[in-house]
């Protein structure tokens, strides 16, 4: 063999087992989490990499990053595209950064447990909202539950809305989130979830807008007086993936996971409401009061809700016509 053919033989073997070496490799999914390990959310995250791993034998690598290890979400959300953060589970007041149009599934009295156990609406929603991110080269996968938002107050028993004039509460951010807030004549204080605690027991806030995981694993017996209006804040996780990764990535792959990601969201919107009444009950058994608004006094903060939903649409009037229509499609 001439010198020639065994440099053009050696050159075909190399080439040939690159491209084997690299159809061996797996492709890599990294998610962040900014929760602990031992929160429900990481859970799931969890079962999500079994799935997908199971689905794809092994051909995607899912890889779960709990309590800030890598990134906190919003830190994450910034890294997509970027090549180190495939997908994102964040609360969905953190896209509203992205696109405000998205800031609608944050509106008072909007979401319930009803709408969102209906598949088909719940699938609508999630191609709307999706859709408005997608020049951004994000895609929106879906929308987990994350909480029935309630206010815990430190040393003020709220009992009706009068109660909330002239206190400062601390809210996750938001346009929305903080409109709601100031509509009840309260200051909204946007600060990490990590110094909530801390400023409530030093009086810098009188109370926090937040969930049941928030009051049990992070507040505690600091915020003895927990008041809750039904309905008026349900919140979601938005499960945000890189479009580009995941539009290049073969057909059973992206079933594997978006089909992973329906099965879980399916059950997931159940499971959550049990495990946030433990949180309750727990609470409630060791000396903190859970204070429910009755339905007369509900009224005046669905007037609240009305007057920001007409903020929002007149910033935005093609979003809610849309929620609208699937809700009549799906309902």
Not at 170 to 179: K, N, Y
Not at 313 to 320: C, S, T, Y
Request: net charge negative; hydrophobic share 45%.
């Amino acid at each position: 063999m001439s010198m020639l053919k065994r440099v053009i033989a050696a050159c075909a073997a190399t080439c040939t087992f690159a491209t084997l070496s690299s159809a061996s490799i797996a492709a890599e999914l990294v998610l962040p989490n900014e929760v602990a390990a031992s929160h429900w959310k990481t859970g799931y995250m969890n079962e999500f990499a079994e799935r997908v791993g199971e689905r794809t034998n092994g051909e995607i690598d899912v890889k779960v990053f709990p309590a800030s290890q890598l990134y906190n979400d919003q830190d994450a959300l910034a890294a997509l595209g970027t090549g180190a953060v495939q997908m994102v589970w964040p609360v969905s007041v953190r896209i509203e950064t992205i696109d405000p149009r998205l800031g609608a599934i944050n509106l008072p009295f909007t979401l319930t447990d009803e709408l969102m156990n209906n598949q088909c609406y719940a699938k609508g929603l999630t191609e709307l909202m999706s859709s408005y991110v997608e020049p951004r080269q994000l895609k929106i996968l879906g929308l987990l539950r994350a909480a029935d938002l309630f206010f815990i107050m430190s040393k003020r028993d709220v009992r009706q809305m009068a109660d909330f004039k002239g206190t400062k509460i601390r809210v996750i951010g938001g346009r929305v989130f903080l409109d709601t807030i100031r509509g009840l004549a309260a200051s909204p204080v946007s600060m990490p979830a990590s110094e909530m605690s801390t400023a409530l027991g030093q009086g810098a806030i009188d109370g926090v807008f937040t969930s049941a995981g928030g009051w049990a694993e992070m507040i505690g017996q600091t915020g003895k007086y927990a008041y809750y209006v039904p309905s008026f804040s349900l919140t979601t996780y938005a499960v945000v993936v890189d479009k580009s990764w995941f539009d290049g990535l073969s057909a059973p792959e992206q079933d594997a996971i978006t089909s992973s990601m329906d099965e879980i969201s399916a059950k997931q919107w159940k499971e959550v409401v049990v495990e946030d009444q433990k949180l309750i009950d727990k609470m409630v058994a060791g000396g903190a009061t859970f204070t429910q608004a009755t339905a007369e006094e509900t009224k005046a903060y669905e007037q609240i809700a009305e007057k920001s939903k007409k903020t929002f649409a007149e910033a935005h009037p093609d979003v809610l016509p849309a929620m609208d229509a699937i809700e009549k499609r799906c309902l």
